[in-house]
């Protein structure tokens, strides 16, 4: 049986097998392959997949204008044992060789490694396969879990190599999410022994873990959802953006669920999973990226991680377009003039999100509002001019203002509800912060103009305040790359700001 650790994300790998549009026709009743199988090379290269046919499903061969068309699933058995389902697969190309032979290439959106017959696993339908537990790991995740790392001796005179590590908080540690639905876990598998030329050494494998309760089962889909927004969660406390390695799944009961049984007479029995398996998705190649100082880790979060988790849950629907506009800015190569659109369509959507109706701030200006209409009643009523324009002034001052709140104002509130120590650490950042005291309402109008001017037409004439120069926006772009981080940290917090404050991220500012 072939090993299902080859099938990574990041590997460069040909596998030979042999190809069926369904399951009956891969393999015989006698479970040998199928005379109706066509052997072809599955490659995997540079989140790149593709299966290369030593014939052709003859689906195309009757219509050549649908030769683009989509096949939902191909099932493949291949020479190390293991089975394979290609899931919406392109063909890219029909190639005729000598004698009228054709050949197919296909394009593969994702596929499944199994460890059993995909008839056993793989409904008829176009389902996804059902699973009740999901592993996945990602490249930085090494450098995340900086809790008890392990280390390892050698006693030379009695020639022992001593392994000394802490796995109580990865053996442990259980977060509910969901209503009680699914849980996370951070895991790891430790790896040590002795080689002639570096001595002992012990290594870990770090992993990610959800499962669900009472082993209830799931489409793949629904787990990659959830194991998504725990990584953006990990990309956003860390300011990278990494790259999934794996993503391997499991089918497990009470008895199946690959646990060691030590029976009295010392024998052991392994119980493995129904069937495990691994999927693999072409995703972004980004330039890794290296966890440093302000980095927040692990131990950071070890003490209330399980609270951050279940808001990060809570709060999905608020937070996740703010998470994607907030990582694309880390991630792309984009304009300083667009990240900073980004950053001010954030602000904008955390307010509505999260403060619209709670902000005094807007009531008090209201009734600033209220009184300056009166006064300018009042000097109306004074004036020797004609009635029927006087009454007309009255009339339009007394209409319903608009009760919408503007950007401006959003961006005024998010401004003076930010805690002073923050605000007395931007003046580092831009030194305009320190002697202005309406600086915070003349800000909040630069930021509005420039938004509305690469947003509603780059008119010179209008949007005056907006940002110009190089350095004003780079300067904009840092104050709310820290003001944002602030408060996505508070929507997530369930205590005072004290914690966040304290962060490296922060302290390196308001120090």
Not at 104 to 117: A, H, R
Not at 218 to 246: C, V
Request: proline share 2%.
């Amino acid at each position: 049986m072939g090993d299902i650790k080859d099938f990574r994300l990041d590997n460069e790998v040909v596998f030979k097998g042999f190809w069926a549009l369904n399951p009956e026709d891969l393999l015989d009743s006698n479970f040998k392959v199928s005379k109706k199988a066509i052997s072809g090379n599955l490659e995997l290269k540079k989140g790149r997949m593709t299966l290369d046919l030593n014939g052709n499903f003859q689906v195309h061969i009757f219509n050549n204008k649908n030769k683009d068309a989509v096949i939902n699933r191909i099932y493949g058995f291949l020479y190390n044992g293991l089975y394979v389902v290609l899931e919406r697969c392109i063909n890219i190309g029909r190639y005729s060789c000598s004698n009228g032979y054709v050949v197919e290439e296909y394009l593969i959106s994702s596929l499944y490694t199994l460890n059993v017959n995909p008839k056993i696993v793989i409904p008829k339908d176009e389902d996804s396969v059902m699973v009740n537990r999901v592993n996945f790991s990602i490249d930085y995740l090494d450098q995340w879990y900086d809790i008890d790392r392990p280390e390892i001796t050698l006693e030379r005179e009695e020639a022992k190599i001593i392994e000394v590590h802490s796995n109580k908080f990865y053996d442990e540690n259980e977060f509910s999410i969901l209503n009680d639905t699914f849980f996370i876990s951070f895991k790891r598998k430790l790896l040590s022994g002795y080689k002639e030329t570096i001595g002992p050494y012990v290594t870990y494998e770090p992993y990610i873990s959800i499962s669900t309760k009472n082993y209830q089962q799931y489409d793949i889909e629904t787990f990659k959802g959830i194991a998504n927004w725990i990584f953006k969660l990990i990309n956003f406390l860390t300011h990278t953006y990494g790259k999934y390695l794996t993503f391997e799944y499991y089918n497990e009961d009470e008895i199946n669920n690959r646990h060691i049984e030590v029976k009295d007479n010392g024998d052991h029995v392994y119980y493995n999973a129904n069937y495990i398996g691994r999927l693999v998705f072409p995703q972004i190649n980004i330039k890794e990226f290296e966890l440093d100082y302000y980095s927040i880790k692990l131990s950071t979060i070890r003490e209330n991680c399980g609270n951050l988790i279940v808001r990060w849950f809570e709060n999905r629907d608020k937070l996740e377009y703010i998470i994607d506009l907030y990582l694309q800015n880390l991630a792309s190569n984009l304009a300083l003039e667009t990240e900073l659109i980004n950053q001010i369509i954030i602000l904008e959507t955390y307010y509505d999100n999260f403060l619209a109706g709670k902000t005094e701030e807007i009531d008090d200006k209201n009734k600033m509002l209220a009184e300056v209409k009166q006064k300018i009643k009042n000097y109306i009523d004074n004036l020797a001019t004609i009635p029927s324009v006087r009454e007309d002034i009255i009339k339009r001052l007394d209409k319903e203002s608009n009760k919408n709140i503007t950007l401006r104002e959003k961006i005024t509130v998010l401004l003076q509800n930010l805690p002073s120590e923050l605000i007395d650490g931007l003046i580092c950042v831009d030194l305009s912060w320190k002697n202005d005291n309406i600086f915070i309402e003349k800000y909040a109008e630069r930021l509005k103009d420039t938004r509305n001017f690469y947003t509603h037409g780059a008119n010179e004439k209008r949007h005056k305040q907006r940002f110009r120069s190089f350095e004003e926006v780079m300067s904009a772009n840092r104050v709310l790359e820290y003001i944002i981080f602030y408060y996505i940290l508070k929507a997530l917090s369930v205590s005072d700001d004290g914690w966040i404050l304290n962060l490296p991220y922060f302290k390196r500012i308001i120090r």
